[in-house]
């Protein structure tokens, strides 16, 4: 595997379900991203981690739960979701520290809440 | 405060047509800026990126952007369109200042349609 890998790359659940997403990079990177890609809206930063520190979190509701075991994995804890949430969810990770900014990305996980 | 302003969320052109997609920053200190493209149902990809070496930057697929500090913009050009450049296209922008790190801000994404 090369790059940015997510997934499932697709995912169906109901509000009260609970599911994860996953993502892994092999890129030697330190820093990992999750964003939010809603139809017809900028794309929103959800949550940063940096050396597996959070280093942001842009106002999550809590039914989003992040966690980075290591530098390499990332995953996205949902649960009783609601359809808004529906959106495709990117993954991204960068060298970190002094190289934050140049982020690559993984094809996304599109979900589906009904 | 940093953002990015993309000037069209639509653009067409012919194929073999010049391709300009326009960004503008707004940025208190000196910019890195990008251009991202995502093709359907795919996550974005790293075209090219302005770093503040020189201010004409080439990239793949035949794209190239030039920083214009004077006019804050970070247009996105190609010489001549295929079929294939049919896609979304994203600038970004992020600086570094000491040691805290460049967080991506994101334009709103023009779409590219590309007609034969």
């Known amino acids: 595997e090369t790059g940015v890998t997510q997934t499932p790359r697709h995912l169906v659940m109901g509000m009260t379900n609970k599911k994860s997403l996953k993502c892994e990079q092999h890129l030697g990177h330190n820093a990992m991203y999750w964003y939010k890609q809603s139809a017809k809206k900028p794309l929103e930063l959800m949550f940063v981690?940096?050396?597996?520190?959070?280093?942001e979190n842009n106002s999550v509701p809590s039914r989003f739960s992040p966690e980075c075991p290591n530098s390499s994995h990332l995953f996205l804890h949902l649960h009783t979701l609601q359809p808004e949430d529906s959106a495709l969810y990117l993954c991204a990770s960068s060298p970190g520290g002094r190289e934050h900014y140049e982020q690559y990305f993984g094809p996304g996980t599109r979900l589906t809440v009904t | 405060a940093q953002s990015v302003t993309q000037l069209g969320s639509h653009v067409s052109v012919s194929e073999g047509a010049l391709v300009l997609l326009r960004c503008n920053y707004s940025?208190?200190?000196?910019?890195?800026l990008f251009w991202y493209v995502q093709y359907p149902n795919q996550g974005l990809q790293l075209l090219l990126k302005y770093t503040s070496a020189a201010t004409l930057v080439k990239g793949i697929n035949g794209f190239e952007a030039e920083f214009k500090k004077s006019e804050t913009s970070f247009h996105l050009t190609k010489p001549s369109a295929h079929m294939s450049d049919a896609a979304e296209y994203f600038c970004?922008?992020?600086?570094?200042?000491?040691?805290?790190?460049?967080?991506?801000?994101f334009g709103q994404g023009t779409i590219l349609t590309v007609h034969p």
């Open positions: 940025s208190s200190v000196p910019p890195y």
């Open positions: 981690y940096n050396f597996k520190e959070q280093t």
């Open positions: 970004a922008v992020s600086y570094f200042l000491g040691t805290s790190y460049g967080k991506l801000t």
